[in-house]
């Protein structure tokens, strides 16, 4: 609707133009008209005031000077008075003027004195002077001007054209005026002749008539010729680009424009195309700034490019802005985490943005620093009390998790304590609860259990096996199944069973060769090994220190008893 509107305004333009055309038209036909009416009035004006001077000349001339002095100085009217009326009555009749009649000057009376008026049948009585009828100059004529040239004419005995003058009850008169001469030449008098002025006007007014109908004929034919001329010419290419700016102003940049004359409607075109292909070339650029291509250069179109000078400084701002997302970058890869933006280095929006990433920086890099200090802490057996600062979201649950793994290596360590000390003081049973702990802290302690569990099995075994033995009360051998270090034990105490038991079996050996008087019999101490071997040798070297002398004295005895001393 808008868009229908906007067009609709956009055709008016050509009317408007036109009427405008036209109306200047008009009012230039208007001055010529007005200015050939006033020329052909005035034309008119003089040709009639002509024809009353000439009329009035005529009667003036067949007046007779001497009689019409005499009856001007007469107090009554005498003969010729009726002659002259009815001669002006005739000429009345002939000429078809309104009034024709006779006066004389009376300058000291600043007047006229009316001698004789011609009437017809159709004349109001009341409207005809009537012998010696006294008139102002003020009643007969329009002015100062026109009584002084009246008065003047008189004297010098020429004709008075008085024009057209508003005579008052007698309406608009065109009014001329000839010397009465006398037989000496002197001027006697006038005779006066008028016209309707109204008539005169009228016969003009028909030739206004005529110009203001050619003018508004004319006017209307203009119009609709310079109505279709700047309607194809003006019109239709302004509502062209009324259209496209249309288009362009929704975003629409597939448009162009082709100038089809060379006047300024052409130039216009001409200009509207260029602007709409730097708008095009803006638009690409925005276009390739929005996909982050900021490789493009920009070509100012002048010193006045605003839009391009704004384009320009937007991509090198964006580029000074990315690298210095880029030195961050890299500090941070570096480690260097206490490298912040320069912020002063840019403005309005962008300052804001550097300034945001600082402050990010600043609140993601405190708690990471935090955190960092308490893992090492943490990773060097140096248990940090827990964190007691306020944080929010993410880095809140960051001190909740720090807090938690603090608490649960305390617990830890508390139990390892508690299991130490357990040992320490011989308490080999004692275990950690492993349902106080949670994930793998609960599988390590669980460990250690089952640690503590597999070490005490053997060395419970070992110890019992080794009281036993040591009692004398020498146990079976081994038969469970035990891993490294175990099995070795295992093998051990199996060993030690073995060799004491073939003590055992080898002194038992030695008490019944004693017992049986085989006092040579001894043990083999290379079925021992080490201290055992060292103990079976030490019993046969005591059976020998024993044996030996028993045995000298029992052959002596023997001796003795045979006699052989």
Known sequence: MKNREKREKVKSIGSKISLMVMVMIMLTASIIGGFSYYKYRSEVILLKTSEVIAIASAVSSAVDGDQFKSLADSNSETKYYSKLKEALSKAKIQTGVKYLYTVIDKPEEQGLLYIAEGATPQDNPDDIFTFKYPQTYAESFSGTKDINTFTSAYKSGTVYEGGIYDSGEFGMLLTGYAPIFDSSGNTVGMVGADLNADDVVAEANKFLYIIVTIILLAGILLFFVSRQFIKKNVSKPITSLSQIADRLAIGDMEVSVKAQTTDEIGQLMKSFGKMIGNIQSQADVGRKIAAGDLTIDIVLQSDKDTLGQAMKSVIETLRRLISEA????????????????????????????????????????????????????????????????????????????????????????????????????????????????????????????????????????????????????????????????????????????????????????????????????????????????????????????????????????????????
């Open 326 to 565: 880029g030195m961050l970058s890299v500090a941070a890869v570096e480690g260097r985490l206490d490298t912040r933006g320069n912020a002063a280095a840019f403005s309005g929006g962008y300052k804001d943005i550097v300034d945001g990433v600082n402050k990010t920086l600043d609140a993601v890099i405190g708690p990471l620093n935090v955190a960092a200090e308490y893992v090492d802490r943490i990773s060097k057996g140096d248990m940090p009390p827990k964190i007691s600062d306020s944080y929010n979201g993410d880095f809140n649950e960051i001190k909740n998790n720090l807090n938690t793994c603090i608490d649960a290596v305390n617990a830890l360590v508390e139990d390892a304590v508690l299991l130490s000390v357990a040992a320490v003081e011989g308490r080999l049973d004692t275990r950690a609860d492993a349902g106080k702990h949670a994930g793998d802290f609960a599988r390590i302690v669980d460990g250690v259990n089952k640690t503590l569990d597999a070490v005490i099995g053997p060395l419970n075994v070992a110890a019992e096996y080794v009281d036993r033995i040591s009692k004398g009360d020498m146990p079976p051998k081994i038969s469970d199944s035990y891993n490294g270090d175990f099995n070795e034990i295992k093998n051990n105490l199996n060993t030690c069973i073995d060799a004491v038991n073939a003590l055992v079996e080898d002194a038992g050996m030695l008490s019944v060769a004693a017992v049986e008087g085989r006092l040579d019999t001894r043990a083999d101490a290379g079925k021992h090994a080490g201290d055992f071997g060292k103990i079976v040798d030490g019993v046969n070297k005591t059976l020998d220190a024993v044996i030996g002398p028993l045995s000298v004295a029992a052959r002596y005895i023997d001796m003795i008893g045979k006699g052989e001393i």
